[in-house]
């Protein structure tokens, strides 16, 4: 019996949970790309309150039609890690981004999928296969390839943008332990810890912003909301293991977004980059669905 059909994981939830994976990527390097540019004009903790009241604007009727107790604390230390490392890893990607390119801060944070592969092991018991690990690091060679990080790599911001990258692989190897809690708790208080603490700034930095800037902030939020929703349902359905190379897809996302709204041609490293991505997340896709799709021993 293959090691997917002891885990007691079949064909649909595997494919479903890559599905939404992939979906939270997406809006994952939205949400960034609409983030840097707020940040250029506001605090990040302005953005990380303002951004959570957008995010409770859908929250609030969402949790009124589902009738889900919010306050069902079960492995409540877990949750408040968890709450700590999504804040934290928000807070690190948007101040990083302050002063150094994004392109270099994302080559931090696109180190993610090593780490939460790494955790898997120690953290949630999963098994690693070799050909999966050398998917991640083919990956991220692909990542490198792509983005050509400047001499800003390695720069005072680095470490943040280093422990934002750690705490984003923390945080999804624990989303994965809590896969038995219901999602919108889960995002509920993600987003509520992030506002308290961007809260917890406004005395020292705030910039009243116009409306159209405020909608934006709203809507990061609503973004972000999704986003989330999206690969904490993803992380229940599949191990974080075998989800961790598809994060890389978010390059693509990047540089197809940079093409079509600001007219980015793609030079041919990115190109090369990109294809070596998409092709290292194409054979972990195959890899998976054979494995499970494979008799019975």
Not at 1 to 13: C, N
Not at 79 to 91: E, K, N, W
Not at 105 to 130: D, H, K, N, Q, W
Not at 182 to 188: A, I
Request: proline share 5%; glycine share 8%; hydrophobic share 60%.
């Amino acid at each position: 019996m293959t090691t997917l059909r002891r885990a007691g994981i079949g064909t649909t939830s595997v494919g479903m949970g890559i599905a939404l994976y992939l979906i939270g990527v997406f809006l994952f390097a939205l949400n960034d790309a609409l983030g840097k540019w707020l940040v250029a004009d506001y605090s990040v903790g302005q953005l990380l309150l303002l951004r959570s009241v957008g995010a409770a604007i859908v929250l609030v009727p969402m949790v009124w039609h589902l009738k889900v107790d919010l306050f069902d604390f079960g492995q409540w230390r877990l949750q408040v890690v968890r709450i700590l490392c999504m804040a934290g890893d928000t807070f690190c990607f948007y101040f990083a981004t302050r002063s150094m390119p994004l392109a270099d801060v994302m080559t931090f944070y696109m180190a993610a999928p090593l780490i939460i592969t790494a955790l898997s092991v120690p953290l949630l018991g999963e098994r690693v296969e070799p050909f999966r690990w050398g998917a991640v690091i083919v990956g991220f060679i692909g990542v490198l390839v792509a983005l050509q990080p400047s001499a800003e790599l390695f720069s005072s911001a680095s470490p943040i943008a280093l422990v934002g990258a750690i705490m984003f692989g923390l945080a999804v190897t624990v989303t994965r332990r809590l896969r038995r809690t219901h999602w919108l708790p889960l995002v509920v208080w993600q987003f509520a810890g992030a506002g308290v603490i961007g809260a917890a700034t406004i005395p020292f930095a705030w910039a009243t912003p116009g409306w159209f800037d405020l909608v934006l902030m709203f809507l990061v939020g609503i973004v972000a909301m999704v986003c989330f929703i999206c690969i904490t349902r993803a992380l229940a359905m599949a191990p974080a293991a075998m989800l961790a190379p598809f994060q890389y897809s978010a390059m693509v996302w990047a540089t197809l977004m940079g093409w079509i709204v600001w007219r980015d041609v793609p030079t041919l490293p990115i190109l090369i980059g990109n294809c070596i991505i998409i092709g290292s997340g194409l054979f972990v896709f195959y890899r998976d669905r054979a494995t499970v799709s494979a008799p019975a021993e």
